[in-house]
T-cell receptor
Framework: GAGVSQSPSNKVTEKGKDVELRCDPI?????LYWYRQSLGQGLEFLIY????????KSGLPSDRFSAERTGGSVSTLTIQRTQQEDSAVYLC???????????????FGPGTRLTVL | AQSVTQPDIHITVSEGASLELRCNYS??????LFWYVQSPGQGLQLLLK??????LVQGIKGFEAEFKRSQSSFNLRKPSVHWSDAAEYFC?????????????FGKGTKLSVIP
């Protein structure tokens, strides 16, 4: 079956502009995650959606970052008034469920490379 | 809060040589431990994971890792490296129980393979 897909694969924008990054999770996966991978850094957790529960936004670095998930499927990560330090690869992952007593493997998309000039 | 250290930023090995990538973690209880591989332009692929039980875990592509609680380590090994193994490798720790969906990743080790 299809894996996690993300679009666009590359995005170049000017400082101060808003950008939207899209993630299509694997069909049937109820959990969706966003991570940020900056140059020379590991992956940084941003936000987590599980079913209809309120998302865990604890990893969002500032109020310029927001995300939504419509209909329990597609998710959009929005960065407002982009800054140069926002340049990174943004990775999306999905899993059958969240955490808790049993762990569900996270399957990652190829990422969106964002460059802010 | 948990943390992961991968001491080696870049490792170069010859094809056919053995490989060991180091990973040390910090977590107050028994962690969930993972190794992921990322090829250029690709997402992360899970190589193997440790939850409990046998401390030596086998993964895909001939990789294995050993959990050593006394050393807080989870090193990745492969007896004979292939050129296709050139990629970046990430170790990650997850908290067991509530919030276990959150993975904390190390900064990665880039592996280069000399033909």
């Amino acid at each position: 079956g299809a894996g996690v897909s993300q679009s666009p694969s590359n995005k170049v924008t000017e400082k101060g502009k808003d950008v939207e990054l899209r993630c299509d999770p694997i069909s049937g996966h109820t959990a969706l995650y966003w991570y940020r991978q900056s140059l020379g850094q590991g992956l940084e957790f941003l936000i987590y959606f599980q079913g209809n529960s309120a998302p865990d936004k604890s990893g969002l670095p500032s109020d310029r970052f927001s995300a939504e998930r419509t209909g329990g499927s597609v998710s959009t990560l929005t960065i407002q008034r982009t800054q140069q330090e926002d340049s990174a690869v943004y990775l999306c992952a999905s899993s059958l469920g969240g955490g808790g007593a049993s762990y569900n493997e996270q399957f990652f998309g190829p990422g969106t490379r964002l460059t802010v000039l | 809060a948990q943390s992961v250290t991968q001491p080696d930023i870049h490792i170069t090995v010859s094809e056919g040589a053995s490989l060991e990538l180091r990973c040390n973690y910090s977590y107050g209880a028994t962690p969930y431990l993972f190794w992921y591989v990322q090829s250029p332009g690709q997402g992360l692929q899970l190589l193997l994971k440790y939850f409990s039980g046998d401390t030596l875990v086998q993964g895909i592509k001939g990789f294995e890792a050993e959990f050593k609680r006394s050393q807080s380590s989870f090193n990745l090994r492969k007896p004979s490296v292939h050129w296709s193994d050139a990629a970046e490798y990430f170790c990650a720790v997850g908290a067991a129980g509530a919030g276990s969906y959150q993975l904390t990743f190390g900064k990665g080790t880039k592996l280069s393979v000399i033909p």
